[in-house]
């Protein structure tokens, strides 16, 4: 990225979630648990599913890459977070900030169009169980995959490419704990309309696009659970969605109301940026984890096999 027009701000400076002292250190204890904690679910659901056999299907081949987005946005966003809390500068280059600014847009964007996917893999599990295996094939997997990556890419490439034309001269001051677009523009004494413009395109067809199938897909899943007739079969295949339903409720509630939203630095506007960026990427492996009977038995099986190598060790 070139960053020539730059030169007048060198650093911007992050005034994070609070300025008391005792605060922040509360809060670096907090956030830090919740990291160690992101990092411990995600990582186990990863080892999980690429060590038992029984998870190698399309379900949790996507749930492996939603662990592993999730790791990334949180490696992205808290690590910069504690430091800040224990610093007194609390600054950011603007070359750090819009890189930040790129991969949060990225990692961000990509979770939402693989949710999508996540959800007609659940359509296809529960209107067509016996066609399963060839709805969802190993090719189509892959690229759907990929698919998502590529566009949660592009999009975050062109908005990034925009702001790298920007000049900030004058306030340097970001009233968040990280980088994030919408947060910049207010700093820019360049013409932000281009900007802002392609910003709500991206995030309208982007959340559009992506909130369509998921509805699509829960409105035939909702009709083919009514026309089961026994109860248990009506429990299982509710119990297959609703580990899906609650990720994507707590990532889309927030995500797009940030991104939405007109930026003040109010703590409205703080909440939602934890609650997406902070806080989903640790919860989503308990969600899988607790409401999965599956993944349940995966963890107990691989945890009493690593346990018995270390016992013979």
């Known amino acids: 990225m070139d960053l020539r027009n730059h030169s007048a701000i060198r650093e911007f400076i992050l005034l994070g979630l609070s300025s008391d002292p005792l605060t922040q250190a509360l809060l670096f204890m907090l956030f830090l648990g919740v990291y160690l904690l992101t990092l411990l679910g995600n990582l186990m659901m990863l080892l999980v599913i690429r060590t038992d056999s029984h998870l190698h299907i399309p379900m949790y081949f996507f749930l492996s890459n939603l662990s592993f987005l999730d790791l990334c946005l949180s490696s992205i966003i808290v690590p910069k977070m504690l430091e800040n809390l224990m610093s007194e500068t609390k600054s950011i280059s603007v070359e750090g900030c819009l890189t930040q600014s790129f991969f949060v847009f990225f990692t961000a964007g990509t979770e939402a169009i693989l949710l999508s996917v996540m959800a007609y ?20 997997c892959v690229h759907l995959m990929w698919g998502s990556w590529g566009l949660g890419f592009l999009n975050a490439l062109i908005n990034a490419l925009l702001a790298v034309k920007l000049d900030f001269c004058d306030n340097h001051t970001i009233s968040h704990y990280s980088c994030e677009l919408p947060s910049l523009f207010p700093l820019s004494c360049s013409n932000i309309t281009v900007n802002l413009t392609v910003l709500v395109c991206s995030i309208l067809l982007q959340g559009l696009g992506t909130l369509f199938p998921i509805f699509f897909s829960y409105a ?31 990532f889309y509630g927030s995500g797009f109301l940030r991104y939405l939203m007109p930026t003040s630095g109010s703590s409205l506007e703080l909440i939602f940026s934890v609650q997406y960026s902070v806080v989903t990427p640790m919860l989503n492996p308990f969600i899988y984890s607790l409401k999965n009977k599956e993944v349940k038995v995966a963890v107990r099986r691989t945890l009493g096999k690593y346990l018995s190598c270390v016992r013979w060790k």
């Open 121 to 140: 893999d659940r359509y296809a599990a529960v209107c067509y169980p016996l066609l399963y295996g060839k709805v969802m094939s190993k090719e189509l």
């Open 220 to 250: 035939h899943i909702v009709s083919t659970i009514l026309n089961i007739t026994s109860t248990s079969g009506r429990n299982k295949a509710f119990s297959t969605c609703s580990s899906h339903l609650t990720a994507v409720s707590l």
